[in-house]
């Protein structure tokens, strides 16, 4: 461990705070250190909510784009040039012993003045520049720009001194598909806050309570999903789900809480004659996150991206929910053998896997508490903050690339 507290600069290349996804990894790694007693100053876009007890510096807002937007987007490329600009100005503030960018373009920006200031670079990877921007539609993997980016992600990924991946998946396709040296490469899976979600602290009471304010019938079976609301998240396919039960006389509820584009599911739902069996609740905070997941009997992720992590699934871990998931690398490594797994894209076996543990109140019960257990044991924050700072220690006293 350092003599000294460590000032970490972290550029955070989104619009933090908002409730889901990558936000979730920036705020949990700032708030473990912090409680290490290190200092941390976050550079981020304009957009975005504040987070009581963390430095929080923000871009002006662009004159011509106040709207907010999740994933890939044109005027990104401006963002990003107001972030450069800030993140050099707030540098010198700080005075950085390391210098932690999130995501490619925090990686990217952070590469010079970690260079200017001569300290070590860590760059948070959190899935594939590319891979993400294919799934958002923004980039046609076959169309004449997209050789451009893939070198353009490898020049990235070999910039900094260590990289740290969010999934064993990552550090393959880091060696793989980018020649990145596995020197270089330490996973730090996603993790849980074990503390904040926490099945014990929700009495029946209260959950009854949330029910009907939700509007949901208390004898129905709860599927609840959190998390973005998006094609490649699998949206649409928990809908079609929520049909097929509905078409064979099975009266269970979805409870899918995220954002964007709920009027858009909402359209989706009321065409697949399910709208009285599901509820979208829009954009929960992190904070009711707990409340909301601990109505549930049965979760779900059916995330088609093969190239992001999936840190949803953690936290209904934590809350020992019982999982079914499509089966993918990420969802192998968080689960283990305690998940529910159906074929990549196969709307049937995901609906299958629900119904059978809708109808199984035992083995939901058996599923949960293993996963709980596993979140307990092998995905703490606390954790991964010991296994941040041992890396932040080796580089400081190193000066070189790993």
């Not at 619009?15 to 936000?23: I, L, N, R, V």
């Not at 503030?93 to 200017?116: N, S």
């Not at 998390?227 to 809908?239: E, I, S």
């Not at 797994?341 to 939901?364: F, H, I, K, M, N």
Request: proline share 6%; net charge neutral; glycine share 8%.
């Amino acid at each position: 461990m350092p003599s000294r507290p460590f000032n970490i600069l972290m550029i955070a290349p989104t619009s933090f705070f908002a409730d889901y996804g990558g936000h979730i990894r920036i705020l949990e790694e700032a708030r473990v250190l912090q409680a290490s007693g290190h200092r941390v100053t976050i550079v981020t876009y304009d957009k975005g909510k504040d987070v009581p007890g963390l430095t929080i510096h923000r871009t002006p807002a662009l004159p011509w784009h106040a709207d907010y937007e999740v994933g890939s987007s044109r005027h990104k490329l401006a963002l990003d040039a107001y972030l450069a600009i800030k993140s050099l100005r707030v540098m010198g503030m700080v005075k950085p012993d390391i210098v932690h960018g999130h995501m490619h373009e925090g990686a990217l920006l952070g590469w010079p003045l970690a260079t200017i200031w001569r300290v070590p670079l860590v760059f948070d990877f959190q899935g594939s520049l590319t891979g993400e921007m294919v799934d958002h539609h923004f980039l046609d993997p076959h169309g004449r720009l997209f050789p451009w980016m893939f070198r353009l992600e490898k020049f990235i990924a070999n910039l900094p001194d260590a990289i740290l991946t969010s999934s064993l998946r990552a550090q393959d396709l880091l060696m793989d598909k980018f020649q990145v040296p596995s020197r270089r490469i330490h996973p730090l899976p996603d993790c849980a806050n074990l503390t904040r979600f926490d099945p014990t602290q929700f009495s029946p009471e209260a959950k009854q309570r949330l029910r009907r304010q939700l509007g949901i019938p208390p004898e129905r079976p709860l599927v609840v999903y959190l998390g973005l609301l998006a094609d490649y998240q699998g949206t649409d396919h928990l809908l079609q789900a929520a049909a097929r039960l509905r078409r064979a006389g099975h009266n269970i509820h979805f409870l899918i809480m995220g954002f964007p584009n709920v009027d858009h599911y909402q359209r989706m739902a009321a065409d697949l004659g399910v709208a009285d069996h599901v509820t979208l609740t829009g954009r929960v905070d992190y904070e009711d996150a707990p409340a909301r997941l601990a109505l549930g009997d049965v979760a779900v992720s059916a995330k088609m991206s093969k190239t992001e992590g999936s840190g949803k699934v953690l936290n209904y871990m934590a809350m020992g929910l019982p999982v079914v998931a499509y089966d993918t690398r990420v969802h192998r490594d968080y689960l283990g053998e305690g998940g529910v797994y159906a074929p990549l894209g196969d709307v049937e076996s995901l609906t299958q896997g629900l119904l059978a543990l809708c109808q199984d109140g035992a083995r939901r019960q058996e599923l949960g508490a293993k996963l709980r257990r596993r979140a307990q044991e092998h995905f703490s924050w606390e954790a991964a903050g010991k296994t941040i700072l041992e890396l932040y220690t080796r580089l400081t006293r190193q000066h070189v690339v790993l």
